[in-house]
């Protein structure tokens, strides 16, 4: 099974802020993740996908880099409406989400 | 645009059968070109993959769940199922149902079912 970790588990941040979320996989994954958007009571959203694909309708503050085993989520300029928690899925082999990255107001 | 809808009972008997059904507009049930997916969240915790199903019939399931788990696809209703036995009050959590192109990350979830597991 792939394992994904994800860190860090959360983070404080302000408005304007430029903020970064990692995952690493056990095994390469190649370009085969996503990231999501969970608010609360909510389903998640897909941000990303293919490592750095912008889904259609998602802000181009989002952002992702990386292939193989190292993948980043990078928002350029933190806004209001981004506070939430984010994860990461690999679906290279089957599915495998990390933990999990809860961003909150500093 | 394609619409997801979860279904079943909020309160599930420890031992007992969790049955849940998910209803698909927007897209065919048998289409080669999606594949059927469920992924549980526990209270205040993370997002646990469940299972898929291809239109195949293929299923694949996460070993955490120890043989427990069983999708099946309905056709007829152009609707997917997941039957979870043996349940523990483990087992309590939002269920969402979630699709995507074939092989590919999902990029449409239900709005989720929240199953208790309680005597």
């Known amino acids: 099974d792939i394992q994904m970790t994800q860190s860090p588990s959360s983070l404080s941040a302000s408005v304007g802020d430029r903020v970064t979320i990692s995952c690493r996989a056990s095994?390469?994954?190649?370009?085969?993740l996503a990231w999501y958007q969970q608010k609360p009571g909510k389903a998640p959203k897909v941000l990303i996908y293919?490592?750095?694909d912008l889904e259609s309708g998602v802000s181009s503050r989002f952002s992702g880099s990386g292939s193989g085993t190292e993948f980043t989520l990078t928002i350029s300029s933190l806004q209001p409406d981004d506070f939430a928690t984010y994860y990461c899925?690999?679906?290279?082999?089957?599915?495998?989400f990390g933990q999990g990255t809860k961003v909150e107001v500093k | 645009q394609v619409q997801l809808q979860e279904s079943g009972p909020g309160l599930v008997k420890p031992s007992q059968t969790l049955s849940l059904t998910c209803a698909v507009s927007?897209?065919?049930?048998?289409?080669?070109?999606?594949?059927w997916i469920w992924v549980r969240q526990h209270p205040g915790r993370g997002l646990d993959w469940v299972g898929f199903?291809?239109?195949?019939?293929?299923?694949y399931y996460s070993p955490s769940l120890k043989s427990r788990a069983a999708i099946s696809v309905d056709t007829s209703r152009n609707q997917f199922s997941l039957k979870l036995s043996y349940v523990t009050v483990a087992d309590t959590a939002v269920y969402y149902c979630?699709?995507?192109?074939?092989?590919?990350?999902?990029?449409?979830w239900g709005p989720g079912t929240l199953v208790t597991v309680s005597s």
């Open positions: 979630v699709t995507g192109e074939m092989g590919n990350y999902g990029g449409h």
């Open positions: 927007g897209a065919s049930i048998s289409s080669p070109n999606y594949y």
């Open positions: 199903i291809y239109y195949s019939g293929s299923a």
């Open positions: 095994q390469s994954i190649s370009s085969w």
């Open positions: 293919k490592a750095s």
């Open positions: 899925l690999q679906y290279n082999n089957r599915w495998t």
